[in-house]
């Protein structure tokens, strides 16, 4: 039996790691599902947009946002947590404000990402580092460190972060933002109906929805 | 492997005492660093970004072309020589001599690689993560026992 000790417990630790790191990866993949319904898509004007959930969702939150906004970045969770509660159509806009020094690279990493098709990934990331990033002297670097964690190819990035398209997506949001009377961030309109910023709060945003929700769902 | 016979070397009673309890120590050493790097392998297999939060020279460090080689990240082959330092430790124990010329070599070979990456987190990235620090302290104490071995075999 001695003889076969070694072997046994050699084999026994090999499955336990084999195992335990299996369950793991299951536990972790099933807390942060793949994006299965996000896409950048072209609206009828031609430029592309961001947007998570169905097509056909009852009702669609448009972001006006800036990532080094911090109210921004406290909504962030609350916007997904009511995606994923509700099946809502989330479609997130670019509106860098000239205040914030990295707000406009913040942004052009985002679209950078999803050059990728991780412009989501980004998106969540860049605001849960906020308070980090908005502090760095280099954000710069900072954010081709988040591409690399997402595992983007970082050549592509670098070169897409400063290409004329992804410049030119975000001046477009910005546009298209000013055009309708965005000044600050976050502006949300739920069923193209502006929200009152005193309603874009994680406390008070949740019941806008599910009343949104309740009044557009079918009667029968 | 398998066909070798056991080789114990039984010098004095505490002599075969030392090494065993060295061997058992390099073996537990070998599994915490197993632990940790099978966390970062699958953290990074998944996708998860938040193992760093909060620290910039973690996302430095991990978010680097270094953490990888070729689409392999280092921390699944620390995860593999951390899986072989346990095996070669468990088998010298029972008195395998072969294992244990293969355990020197695999602990030297990590304390060379954990030389190059504390010189490009140094160097290269002027960034430290803690996870690779932790790692580095693992492979120092591993070296520091097979450095001590001899000294003690000969007692």
Redesign the interface.
């Known amino acids: 039996m001695?003889?076969f000790?070694?072997?046994i417990?050699?084999v026994v630790?090999?499955l336990l790691?084999i195992g335990?790191?299996a369950y793991?990866?299951r536990v972790?993949?099933s807390a942060?599902p793949?994006l299965k319904i996000s896409r950048t898509e072209a609206a009828p004007s031609g430029e592309a947009v961001h947007v998570l959930g169905p097509a056909d969702a009852l009702v669609t939150l448009e972001e006006f946002g800036d990532f080094q906004c911090p109210p921004c970045g406290r909504l962030s969770e609350s916007i997904n947590q009511l995606q994923k509660q509700y099946n809502i159509r989330v479609i997130y806009r670019n509106f860098p404000l000239p205040m914030h020094a990295h707000a406009k690279e913040a942004a052009c990493a985002a679209e950078a990402a999803g050059q990728q098709g991780k412009f989501w990934?980004m998106h969540d990331?860049l605001f849960?580092?906020q308070?980090?990033?908005s502090h760095?002297k280099d954000a710069r670097?900072?954010f081709?460190?988040?591409?690399?964690?997402?595992?983007l190819d970082?050549s592509r990035f670098r070169n897409d972060m400063d290409s004329p398209e992804v410049q030119q997506q975000v001046e477009t949001d910005q546009h298209r933002g000013a055009a309708i009377g965005v000044k600050t961030t976050p502006t949300l309109f739920l069923n193209n109906q502006a929200v009152p910023p005193s309603d874009t709060d994680p406390n008070k945003l949740p019941a806008l929805v599910e009343n949104a929700v309740k009044s557009t769902k079918p009667s029968s | 492997m398998?066909s070798q016979a056991?080789t114990t070397v039984r010098p004095t009673s505490w002599g075969s005492r030392s090494q065993t309890i060295f061997y058992i120590a390099a073996a537990l050493i070998a599994?915490v660093g197993?632990?940790e790097a099978?966390?970062l392998?699958?953290?990074y297999?998944?996708?998860?970004?938040?193992v760093?939060?909060?620290?910039?020279d973690c996302?430095?460090v991990?978010?680097?072309?270094y953490?990888k080689i070729g689409r392999v990240p280092v921390s699944g082959l620390g995860?593999l020589a951390y899986?072989s330092v346990?095996?070669f430790a468990?088998?010298s124990?029972?008195g395998?001599a072969r294992a244990r010329t293969f355990l020197t070599w695999t602990v030297v070979a990590m304390f060379c690689m954990t030389l190059w990456l504390l010189y490009v987190q140094a160097f290269r990235l002027h960034a430290f993560c803690r996870y690779c620090l932790f790692s580095a302290a693992l492979i120092f104490l591993l070296t520091g026992l097979v450095v001590a071995r001899p000294a003690a075999e000969r007692t």
């Open positions: 001695k003889r000790l070694p072997f417990i050699v630790v090999g790691a335990g790191g793991f990866y972790k993949r942060n793949a990934q990331l849960r580092e308070e980090v990033w760095s670097s900072l081709q460190a988040y591409a690399g964690m997402l595992q970082l | 398998k056991p599994l197993l632990a099978t966390y392998t699958v953290l297999l998944s996708g998860e970004t938040a760093c939060g909060g620290s910039s996302f430095q991990l978010g680097s072309s953490a995860a899986f346990f095996s468990t088998f124990v029972f395998y």
